[in-house]
């Protein structure tokens, strides 16, 4: 069965620092992987995703992501961290043969001291 | 930019009571989807409903929900009575294509309170 695990529940940066928000997949076949993040009282936002091809992937806000199929890892990174990335986020991965469902991990929750 | 809106942000019911959350998915999306996350918990999958019919559901969608397009714009979940455990956070998603390769859109939520 399909299922994501983000190991941490809880991480705290200093702004400015780098970070690394960890995700491992259990898939079958070829993952579709993802993270959303998700502001206090907002939706999902789509910050990245890997389909195929080059395994560094790049989003919005200067997020970037590794595919390591050794690993069956997708993790999050930032360079450098600003306040305003506080915020909660949720690796997943597309479960294309159950009616393209996601099936979320249980979410790291960012917290960037000044 | 389209987005996906969701009414209302907040719903209050009484246990046993039926309620339609609606959402209006991107215009010219043609695959929708539910999905919830009671507090603390992890977003789970509760449908996907592609072609006017339902292309898959999960386990917690059984016979209290359903899901309907009434007209060309809109996309509603009911629940017909409500029990305390359908409290949640309820997003709506679309995508453009019914392929896996297409991201998933989701709106803002609505928060269901049933007491």
């Known amino acids: 069965a399909q299922s994501v695990t983000q190991p941490d529940i809880h991480i705290t940066v200093s702004e400015g620092a780098s970070l690394e928000l960890r995700c491992n997949y259990s898939y079958g076949a070829t993952p579709y992987l993802f993270w959303y993040v998700q502001s206090p009282g907002q939706g999902l936002q789509l910050l990245l995703k890997y389909f195929s091809g080059d395994t560094l992937v790049q989003g919005i806000k200067g997020f970037e992501a590794e595919f390591k199929r050794s690993q069956s890892s997708f993790n999050l990174r930032k360079p450098s961290v600003h306040w305003s990335d506080a915020a909660e986020y949720f690796c997943a991965v597309l479960a294309m043969e159950y009616g393209n469902k996601l099936v979320f991990g249980a979410g790291t929750i960012l917290r960037v001291k000044s | 930019e389209p987005e996906v809106t969701q009414t209302p942000s907040h719903q209050v019911t009484q246990m046993g009571q039926e309620v339609i959350l609606r959402c209006v998915p991107i215009?010219?999306?043609?695959?929708f989807y539910w999905y919830r996350q009671i507090l603390g918990q992890k977003v789970e999958f509760l449908v996907s409903?592609?072609?006017?019919?339902?292309?898959?559901k999960s386990e917690i969608f059984d016979d209290q929900f359903s899901v309907e397009r009434p007209d060309g714009s809109n996309f509603t979940l009911k629940i017909r009575s409500t029990k305390l455990e359908d409290s949640a956070m309820y997003f709506c998603a679309s995508s453009e294509l019914a392929s896996g390769t297409d991201t998933q859109y989701f709106g803002p939520g609505t928060r269901l309170t049933v007491l």
């Open positions: 215009s010219n999306h043609l695959y």
């Open positions: 409903f592609y072609n006017n019919e339902i292309s898959e």
